[in-house]
């Protein structure tokens, strides 16, 4: 099972980045999607979630209005679009893949893209 995150980089206030995560060895279809971020210092928050089909898409409120999560089942890839970024956008980027069974949830994690917005 493999999650590579991409997309990444520095960019100013105001800028827009997106970011991409492929995914590989798994049924993607099947799983929700997710963005999750750590900033330094912080614990790690959910960004935004996508259904398995695409629909009903979550996103926190720090950046409801700004993000936007999509995915493309038949290239198995998640996509963020950030808009509008800001400082405290700041932080590394994770993408995180999840089912649940009748026993539990299983879930992947990629390795995460670094995002820095500053002038």
């Known amino acids: 099972v493999q999650l590579v995150e991409s997309g990444g980089g520095l960019v100013q206030p105001g800028g827009s980045l997106r970011l991409s995560c492929a995914a590989s060895a798994f049924t993607f279809s099947n799983y929700a999607m997710s963005w999750y971020r750590q900033a330094p210092g912080k614990e790690r928050e959910l960004v935004a979630t996508?259904?398995?089909?695409?629909?009903?898409?979550y996103y926190a409120d720090s950046v409801k209005d700004r993000f936007t999560i999509s995915r493309d089942n038949a290239k198995n890839t998640v996509y963020l679009q950030m808009n509008s970024l800001k400082p405290e956008d700041t932080a590394v980027y994770y993408c995180?893949?999840?089912?649940?069974?009748?026993?539990?949830?299983?879930?992947?994690w990629g390795q995460g893209t670094q995002v820095t917005v500053s002038s």
């Open positions: 995180k893949a999840e089912v649940w069974t009748m026993v539990a949830a299983v879930s992947y």
């Open positions: 996508i259904t398995s089909a695409g629909g009903s898409p």
